[in-house]
């Protein structure tokens, strides 16, 4: 089955993704966020520089977003290796990582290299990107689509206060 994706923001045209992966994601390494380990377990503090971490698969997935129902706040960064306006905001997803490290972890989703990418993005109903999932209380509680750096920063101070 295809996906059909179209680049939000900065007038990017639609294009039909299929289940194979374009390219490999090179992005930053995982590292662990406040309450969540790599693995799944919770970790006792929040590193002091958190990048974003990179998609290990579906089951990494829920088990971060489980883990937002006793604190802390997720953010799913869907993207596609293709995306113009993916990879300009990549660095500022980076630096509200920063910016947010003791409250926020980030998870990048690449709907065409991850492990189980494509079938998030489905699960999710992510048509466009870039596209940012926010859960907190282990549900999701903000969609923002697009390259918009302020909404989101605005909408992660008013879910960590």
């Given amino acids: 089955a295809l996906l059909l994706a179209a680049c939000a923001g900065l007038g990017a045209a639609a294009t039909v993704i299929g289940r194979g ?3 490999a994601f090179a992005g930053a390494p995982a590292v662990r ?8 377990g919770s970790t006792s503090s929040a590193t002091a520089m958190q990048a974003v971490q990179k998609c290990e698969g ?6 971060a977003i489980a883990a937002t129902s006793n604190s802390g706040v997720l953010v799913l960064s869907f993207s596609t290796t293709w995306c113009g306006p ?13 910016t947010f490290a003791d409250g926020v972890t980030f998870i990048k989703i690449m ?4 492990p189980d990418g494509m079938k998030l993005m489905k699960r999710e ?15 999701k509680v903000d969609q923002i689509t697009g390259a ?14």
């Avoid at 579906?58 to 088990?63: I, Q, S, Y």
């Avoid at 993916?86 to 509200?96: A, I, Q, S, Y």
């Avoid at 992510?126 to 907190?136: A, D, E, G, I, M």
């Fill in 21 to 23: 992966g374009i390219g």
């Fill in 58 to 63: 579906e089951a990494f997935v829920d088990d």
């Fill in 86 to 98: 993916c990879k300009l905001m990549d660095p500022k997803v980076t630096e509200l990582s920063e």
């Fill in 111 to 114: 709907g065409d290299s991850d």
């Fill in 125 to 139: 109903r992510v048509r466009s990107v870039p596209q940012y999932h926010v859960y907190k209380g282990g549900e």
């Fill in 33 to 40: 966020g406040p309450g969540f380990g790599r693995r799944g």
């Fill in 148 to 161: 918009k750096y302020d909404e989101l920063k605005a909408a992660l101070e008013g879910y960590t206060k």
